[in-house]
């Protein structure tokens, strides 16, 4: 009896602790729960492409099917800009402290700091120069996935009111369908 006792201990402790990591895991995943100004600067790095023919066209008005942001999944928006690029989720520690921002969609080759031409292995370790987040300029980080592909800046009306979000920097077009 007493062993049944022990090992139900020893069990509840273990999905316990996985519960917290796999929540603290969540939580950090994504760029959702942070708030403030969202909008951003229409300048884009030195060295980024055009798209010639980006399936959203300028001026083209889409639905948004990415959630990097509160409000984002399903906003009607438009397309400003569009590249071509390789993008990257990455995880990396921002420069104003605090826990570890996990899978952040997405930073583009040309926002990092001596990239290079060549697509950036996962694994590799990076320095942030993009400024999309607060502490993310001149963060240490590590790439997690990289996607050859055309990139978009959107204006968005965020699904949970507020202001237009200008700017937002990027969504890859499988992040983006027609009206």
Same mark, same amino acid.
């Given at each position: 009896?007493?062993?049944?006792?022990? =090992? *139900?201990?020893?069990?509840?402790?273990?999905?316990? #602790?996985?519960?917290?990591?796999? #929540?603290?895991?969540?939580?950090? #995943?994504?760029?959702?729960?942070? #708030? &403030?100004?969202? *909008?951003?600067?229409?300048?884009? +790095?030195? &060295?980024?492409?055009?798209?010639?023919?980006?399936?959203?066209?300028?001026?083209?008005?889409?639905?948004?099917?990415?959630?990097?942001?509160?409000? @984002?999944? &399903?906003?009607?928006? !438009?397309?400003?800009?569009?590249?071509? !690029? !390789?993008?990257?989720?990455? /995880?990396?520690? +921002?420069? /104003?402290?605090? +826990?570890?921002?996990?899978?952040?969609?997405?930073?583009?080759?040309? $926002?990092?700091?001596?990239?290079?031409?060549?697509?950036?292995? %996962?694994?590799? $370790?990076?320095?942030? =120069?993009?400024?999309? @987040? $607060? &502490? @993310?300029?001149?963060?240490?980080?590590?790439?997690?996935?990289?996607? %050859? !592909?055309?990139?978009? @800046?959107?204006?968005?009306? %965020?699904? /949970?009111?507020? +202001? =237009?979000?200008?700017?937002?920097?990027?969504?890859?077009?499988? $992040?983006?369908?027609?009206?």
């Amino acid at each position: 009896m007493k062993i049944n006792k022990f =090992v *139900s201990v020893i069990l509840i402790l273990i999905l316990v #602790s996985m519960l917290s990591a796999w #929540s603290n895991s969540y939580q950090n #995943s994504s760029d959702k729960n942070i #708030s &403030g100004e969202h *909008s951003g600067s229409a300048e884009v +790095p030195k &060295g980024l492409s055009v798209a010639k023919n980006p399936i959203y066209k300028v001026g083209s008005q889409v639905v948004v099917k990415a959630d990097h942001m509160k409000g @984002m999944y &399903g906003a009607k928006a !438009t397309i400003v800009g569009a590249y071509n !690029t !390789t993008a990257y989720i990455v /995880t990396y520690a +921002p420069t /104003t402290g605090g +826990p570890m921002v996990k899978n952040h969609k997405w930073v583009i080759q040309e $926002e990092m700091k001596d990239a290079g031409m060549k697509t950036l292995k %996962p694994g590799t $370790e990076v320095i942030l =120069v993009a400024n999309h @987040m $607060e &502490g @993310m300029k001149g963060a240490k980080g590590i790439i997690d996935l990289a996607v %050859p !592909t055309t990139v978009y @800046m959107i204006n968005y009306i %965020p699904t /949970t009111g507020g +202001p =237009v979000v200008k700017n937002h920097k990027w969504v890859i077009e499988t $992040e983006l369908s027609v009206e």
